[in-house]
């Protein structure tokens, strides 16, 4: 059975594709098989990320490890019956087809659609990235200005849904990891509330927080090549300051995910 790994959140462009890419490549680096599977598509991030990592290596020569991808559309049936019947089918189908794999990733859309809520169903881990602002908490937990009236997002209540289908289905948990992203040196006042409400939340919503990524230029720019931070040796690039620590973010996000197989070997790579 392969570990599965869903990134979600229901918000576009908080880094969900950027993170699968670099959690993927991590994987593989650490010498387990991972298959991918896009569940978004229409926009495609990862694939295209995907395959401009395959451009890549056929351009230089240069070996670089890489996953085994899915790109799932959405069914086009008219009714939606039909539709859900698709989707699941084709969800199945892809998952069954990487079950060789010791882990699948899937990367889903910044919307709730009927495939993102199965896929989440299926996750042994879900890693919500969330930008940082209190605009972005809203997707987990509405909040008004005296945080004394909360209530969990339709978001969260669909994980909770998730989790309760997955213990019903084979008895096992889902691992719900928030992770700041994009993280900026904004005042330090809003970055301490951010903090202790993050804490109150993960009590309440039972997911673990991290720390997360640091807001930097290089993943922007990774993305046409089809590396990640974990590539810039190999690929002849010299790495600064800023690189290593992004690094180090992503070591701590992958050791607190406590993944099987590889916890032993992870604080190696
Ligand atoms: N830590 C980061 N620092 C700087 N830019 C980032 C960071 N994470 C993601 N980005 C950029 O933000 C944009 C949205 O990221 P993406 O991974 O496509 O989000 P999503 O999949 O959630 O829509 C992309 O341009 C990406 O390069
Ligand atoms: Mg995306």
Redesign the pocket.
């Known amino acids: 059975m392969s570990y599965i790994i869903v990134l979600g ?1 229901e918000k ?8 699968s890419m670099h959690i993927l490549v991590n994987i593989l680096r650490l010498g387990a098989s991972v298959g991918t599977i896009d569940i978004d598509a229409r926009q495609g ?1 990862l694939s295209r990320y995907i395959e401009n990592r395959k451009n890549y290596i056929a351009q230089t020569g240069i070996p670089l490890p890489q996953s085994e991808h899915i790109r799932l559309y959405r069914s086009e049936a008219e009714y939606s019956g039909d539709a859900k019947n698709e989707d699941q089918k084709n969800l199945e189908n892809a998952l069954e087809s990487l079950s060789h794999k010791d882990y699948i990733i899937i990367d889903t859309p ?1 919307s709730d659609t009927y495939i993102s809520r199965l896929a989440h169903s299926h996750a042994n881990t879900i890693i919500t ?1 969330i930008n940082d602002s209190f605009i972005d908490l809203d997707v987990i937990m509405q909040l008004d200005s005296l945080h004394d009236n909360l209530k969990p997002s339709i978001y969260a209540e669909m994980i909770w849904e998730q989790k309760k289908e997955r213990a019903i289905r084979n008895k096992q948990s889902i691992d719900w990891i928030v992770m700041r ?2 993280l900026s040196n904004i005042q330090a006042k809003n970055k301490l509330e951010m903090e202790s409400i993050l804490s109150l939340l993960s009590k309440r919503l039972g997911f673990r927080f991290s720390a997360g ?5 290089i ?2 720019e990774l ?1 046409l090549k089809g590396l990640t931070l974990l590539d810039l040796e190999d690929t002849g690039q010299t790495l600064t300051l800023s690189h290593i620590s992004a690094k180090q973010e992503l070591r701590n996000l992958i050791d607190m995910m406590r993944l099987p197989i590889t916890h032993d070997k992870i604080t190696t790579v």
Do not use: A, M
Request: hydrophobic residues 25%.
């Open positions: 959140n576009g462009g908080t880094g969900k594709s950027t993170i991030t910044g990235p992203n994009r990524f640091g807001e930097r230029v993943f922007r993305f």
